[in-house]
């Protein structure tokens, strides 16, 4: 399988190239040039199966030859041996006709392991086979971060460096980053907001010399190997409630839209898939470019689901692309825009994102009623971000079609706005219950590209 840009002018990889880069040469993001597709009797057979075998055989496709079947199966096996439930993405039922799809039973509680775990297995594969050494440079709003060091602490030819927003992740979030005790660990604080990290992230991957000095690569959701790992428990929740015998629906908190486009793939593969319902916090771009049709750029107001406090969605570009028809150009035009504040899209294309989107968001007030509401209504105790995807997704339940919503991350891990909505404090599971006692290790730095360059080769250990 070929992978090329979505701006159209940078050279197609196969797999492992794809997701060794992260970030494409020309600043786009690889996708798969065909999709490939399930049959309705192929999708039928992954009832009852194990995750890991679902997920060996939507991964399948999309690796060619990069990876032996050996390799896959393997990887695939060791990526969740280490999540704390049996069926890795359970199901629970909120209502009659609308479910929660459990992505926190992780080693970090949020639904980012299940990417982060398979690509650790994936990049260490590839190393190995290569003998090279990277420096893996991540941009977090809070969970990507601390997925990513978990996936790479302690392997000696990869150095980890993740940047975060200071001061606006939570308390767990931070110490998740900051109290591994790997060499080839390194936690910034960036003295700005995510998108600023994010930004600081495309000018040094756009900075080729530095890239390849210090054998870059990207591991944030732009890279396509986390999308694909995401593909997984679309299918496998929809066969455990009737696909494809029966559609579902789902409601995604999303933030740069990663976990949302997973869903649009596994659509497009086959999957029976409804609508896929975006759910936005108070920072709510995406909801106004798909229900306005005009994507423009605000400030990111901080909320109690810090982890889509974004408003540069990166990975909306594979939409984009897919919607003007896999035209480069006219992606390349609209990002050029975007410098310059937001872009209107196109009536065609936005009638194309409207076949497979819908949207919705959750006031900070809407969002702290629905934790309050569930744990009333069920006794289930839910993440702030669950709570907005909850919200938006009771807006948009269907006579006869299952709601599927997205619970991605564990309540634990924002257990302030859990504690102020239902006035309890939910516990950490026991695997992180010294985690307020272990010593952290951050390095504060500011908003700078030069900075953050200078930084990485002096603290590299590869
Ligand atoms: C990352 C994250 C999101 C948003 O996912 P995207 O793929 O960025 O849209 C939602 N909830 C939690 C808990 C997250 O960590």
Not at 75 to 93: E, I, K
Not at 419 to 448: K, Q
Request: glycine letters at 8%; aromatic letters at 8%; charged letters at 20%.
């Amino acid at each position: 399988m070929r992978y090329v840009s979505t701006r159209g002018r940078a050279p197609a990889l196969d797999f492992e190239q794809a997701m060794m880069t992260g970030l494409a040469r020309d600043g786009g993001l690889y996708l798969p040039e065909a999709m490939p597709m399930f049959s309705a009797d192929e999708i039928a057979r992954f009832e009852g199966l194990p995750y890991e075998e679902v997920a060996r055989r939507v991964v399948r496709p999309f690796v060619g030859d990069s990876f032996s079947d050996t390799e896959l199966r393997e990887a695939v096996a060791r990526a969740y041996a280490g999540f704390d439930h049996v069926a890795r993405a359970p199901l629970v039922q909120l209502a009659p006709g609308h479910h929660l799809l459990e992505l926190f039973h992780g080693p970090t509680l949020a639904f980012k392991d299940f990417a982060m775990q398979l690509i650790g297995q994936l990049f260490q594969l590839a190393l190995a086979r290569s003998g090279q050494r990277v420096t893996i440079l991540g941009a977090t709003s809070g969970d990507t971060g601390s997925a990513a060091i978990e996936a790479f602490k302690g392997l000696s030819n990869v150095d980890v460096f993740i940047m975060y927003p200071h001061g606006r992740v939570s308390e767990v979030q931070r110490r998740q980053m900051s109290t591994p005790a790997d060499a080839n660990v390194h936690a910034l604080a960036v003295d700005g907001t995510f998108d600023d990290c994010q930004a600081r992230l495309k000018d040094l991957f756009n900075d080729h010399d530095f890239r390849d000095a210090v054998g870059l690569a990207g591991v944030n959701s732009i890279n396509w190997a986390r999308v694909l790992a995401q593909i997984v428990y679309y299918f496998s929740a929809a066969v455990s409630l009737g696909a494809p015998h029966r559609e579902v629906d789902f409601t995604v908190p999303t933030g740069n839209f990663g976990d949302v486009f997973a869903g649009s793939i596994a659509r497009t593969m086959g999957l029976p898939i409804g609508k896929l319902v975006v759910a936005t916090n108070q920072n709510d771009i995406l909801h106004r470019a798909l229900s306005g049709g005009e994507y423009r750029v605000g400030t990111a107001r901080p909320s109690i689901s810090p982890s889509m406090d974004i408003q540069v969605s990166s990975n909306f570009e594979r939409a984009l692309w897919l919607a003007y028809g896999q035209d480069g150009k006219a992606v390349s035009r609209l990002m050029e825009e975007l410098q310059s504040g937001g872009f209107a899209i196109s009536q065609g294309a936005l009638q194309a994102l409207r076949e497979t989107y819908v949207s919705g968001r959750a006031s900070e007030e809407e969002t702290m009623a629905m934790i309050a509401t569930i744990r009333a209504e069920t006794g289930e105790v839910i993440c702030p971000h669950t709570a907005v995807a909850v919200k938006v997704a009771r807006e948009h339940l269907r006579p006869g079609v299952p709601m599927i919503s997205l619970s991605t991350a564990h309540p634990a891990k924002f257990p302030d706005a859990v504690e102020a909505a239902i006035g309890i404090r939910p516990a950490l599971p026991p695997h992180m219950a010294d985690l307020f006692e272990r010593e952290e290790r951050i390095t504060r730095i500011e908003n700078d590209a030069d900075a953050i360059k200078s930084l990485i080769l002096e603290r590299r250990t590869v």
